[in-house]
């Protein structure tokens, strides 16, 4: 089963607008992780979340994470074309190494 | 480029044969982890290995098995091959164990297709 949902499922925005993508889980976590994958190429880690963190910032990218409510937020400014592309989100468990991945979120930038 | 290397990038071969996924990590990365991504169980984590050792198992199937030899590559071999094995499988490294919080470079995937 996956421990991370991320939703929407697939996201179509202009290129130049925000893209916000969700992900909940359903138990405690070490740290939470945003990979990006474009069509059927390995993924690519764009940031990393611990537990007692609440926001982070990496270039256009801004993640959050409310371990109260169990869920993390993925925002992407200004977007590009380059930025179509799969987004999933990560989990590491408390007392398990790999990670557990949602189904991702399939972004869609429109030129 | 992640520095991780799969071998080879696509194999196409029939039900019930055993085929071998060999992964090179990065340099001087001593965890190698598998995954497996298909359209209907999305990424699942399989095992993981550390400095040779095996350290995690998730959703890996008892004709699957893995190891990591002395250089730190890692092999996937998976065996009595069925329709539902075709997916695409990733081989992932990190500096550390796991315990703490390391983030994982993702080779190229290797796409197994079973006919």
């Known amino acids: 089963s996956q421990q991370g949902e991320e939703d929407p499922q697939a996201l179509s925005i202009q290129e130049g607008e925000n893209a916000t993508m969700n992900c909940s889980y359903k138990?405690?976590?070490?740290?939470l992780q945003w990979y990006r994958q474009n069509s059927g190429r390995g993924l690519v880690h764009l940031i990393l979340?611990?537990?007692?963190?609440r926001e982070k910032h990496s270039g256009r990218l801004r993640v959050t994470l409310d371990t109260s409510k169990k869920s993390s937020s993925l925002l992407i400014t200004a977007s590009r074309a380059a930025d179509t592309a799969s987004y999933f989100c990560?989990?590491?468990?408390?007392?398990?190494?790999?990670?557990?991945f949602g189904k991702g979120t399939h972004l869609i930038i429109q030129p | 480029d992640s520095g991780v290397t799969q071998t080879p990038k696509h194999l196409i071969t029939a039900t019930g044969q055993r085929v071998t996924l060999r992964c090179s990590p990065r340099?001087?990365?001593?965890?190698v982890y598998w995954y497996q991504q298909s359209l209907d169980q999305g990424l699942q984590f399989l095992i993981q290995?550390?400095?040779?050792?095996?350290?995690a198992k998730g959703n890996i199937l008892e004709r699957f098995s893995a190891q990591q030899f002395p250089d730190l590559h890692s092999e996937l071999n998976l065996s009595s091959l069925e329709l539902g094995d075709s997916a695409l499988y990733f081989c992932?490294?990190?500096?550390?164990?796991?315990?703490?919080?390391?983030?994982?470079?993702f080779g190229p995937g290797t796409r197994l297709t079973v006919t």
């Open positions: 340099s001087g990365d001593l965890s």
């Open positions: 138990t405690s976590i070490n740290n």
């Open positions: 290995y550390y400095n040779g050792e095996e350290r």
């Open positions: 992932a490294s990190s500096v550390g164990p796991g315990r703490e919080t390391y983030e994982q470079y």
């Open positions: 979340i611990r537990s007692n963190e």
């Open positions: 990560a989990t590491d468990l408390r007392g398990a190494d790999g990670l557990t």
